[in-house]
Nanobody, 128 residues
Framework: QEQLVESGGGSVEVGGSLTLSCTAS????????MGWFRQAPGKQREGVAA????????FYADSVKGRFTLSRDNAKKTVYLRMMNLKPEDTAMYYC?????????????????????RGQGTQVTVSS
């Protein structure tokens, strides 16, 4: 059984919008913190956004601030990434990631792509 299931990827034109969603298993205990990272061919992984149920902390990469919004439905163990004003450089495979909450210091220092649980990824392609 998949631990994290992503959906919502696709192809859009520059300036378009997409919303990604990621749902953890109903039995998951590791969904305290959930977020997204991405990887484009030939590029390093980049943490995009993450948030935790505890502490009200939310992280956004500088490259997406003001364009992407992370939200959660804790009852559904689902996290959403609303992506607006998409650019060609946003083209990548987007992965959902999840982990336990280990405190604010952990959250500030932990890269999203180093979270212990991750999905299979969903492709986002932005064309000009």
């Amino acid at each position: 059984q998949e631990q994290l299931v992503e959906s919502g990827g696709g192809s859009v034109e520059v300036g378009g919008s997409l919303t990604l969603s990621c749902t953890a298993s109903p039995y998951a205990t590791y969904s305290d913190c959930m977020g997204w990272f991405r990887q484009a061919p030939g590029k390093q992984r980049e943490g995009v956004a993450a948030g935790c149920k505890s502490g009200g902390n939310t992280f956004y990469a500088d490259s997406v601030k003001g364009r992407f919004t992370l939200s959660r439905d804790n009852a559904k163990k689902t996290v959403y990434l609303r992506m607006m004003n998409l650019k060609p450089e946003d083209t990548a495979m987007y992965y959902c990631a999840a982990d336990y909450w280990y405190g604010p210091d952990w959250f500030r220092s932990r890269e999203v792509y180093d979270y212990d649980y991750r999905g299979q990824g969903t492709q986002v392609t932005v064309s000009s």
